[in-house]
Each structure stands twice: as structure tokens, then as C-alpha cells.
């Protein structure tokens, strides 16, 4: 289990873009806002005990030493694009290339 030693704020500009504002502990965090909790149900167990903040969601990692925060309407707007982005459709061989196959491993 890593150690999570940077933590980032997202948020969203006047202009609409994102902000990024990474913090080398937690101190200004809890300075700036209330905590409320804490995570105890992560399933990447670093973040467990990770402090839990009124208008941010999160914690969540990013990478392997990064602990990631939204603000509500970042978040809102990232899972709307997630949801959008369709996967790739994968190739499948024709029927006929998995029988011919089949058959030559039962002639064996």
C-alpha cells in the first residue's frame, strides 16, 4: 500500500475551465473546510481515514500517491463526459475462422 502524499483540489473557473491546486499535506484543507467525516469504506485502503469535507466530493486517488477532491459541479461535469465516451467496439473473428479452428484442435 503506498503512501498518499499530494493532495489535489478540482474545481471549476469563472471561465469554465478546471483548476488544479495540489497541496503537500492536509493541514490546508482542514484549514479552508469543515470536515465531516471520514472515509472508511474505500476500496483502495489508503484512503481509509482520509478526511471527508463539507462541498468537496472525495477522497478518490489519482495515481499511486495522489488523493483527488472535486467540487460538486467538477465532479457532476466529469461523470457526464465519462458517461458519454462510448468504448471501442472490439473486432471478433468471423464464426467460421472459430470452427475451422475448433476443428483443426479436435483433429489433433
Known amino acids: 500500500m503506498s503512501k498518499k502524499d499530494t493532495y489535489r483540489v478540482v474545481a471549476r473557473g469563472g471561465d469554465g475551465s478546471l483548476q488544479i491546486r495540489d497541496y ?9 473546510h469543515e470536515q465531516i467525516g471520514i472515509d472508511d469504506c474505500s476500496t483502495d485502503l489508503a484512503l481509509r481515514g482520509m478526511p471527508i469535507f463539507r462541498g468537496l466530493i472525495g477522497p478518490m486517488p489519482e495515481g499511486k500517491n495522489i488523493v483527488r477532491y472535486e467540487t460538486p459541479e467538477v ?31 479436435v483433429a489433433s
Not at 24 to 30: E, G, T, V
Open 75 to 105: 465532479f457532476e461535469m466529469l461523470t457526464k463526459e465519462w458517461g458519454i465516451t462510448k468504448p471501442k467496439k472490439r473486432r471478433r473473428r468471423a464464426r467460421s475462422v472459430e470452427q475451422e479452428a475448433d476443428a483443426e484442435v
Open 24 to 32: 503537500p499535506s492536509i493541514n490546508p484543507l482542514l484549514d479552508s
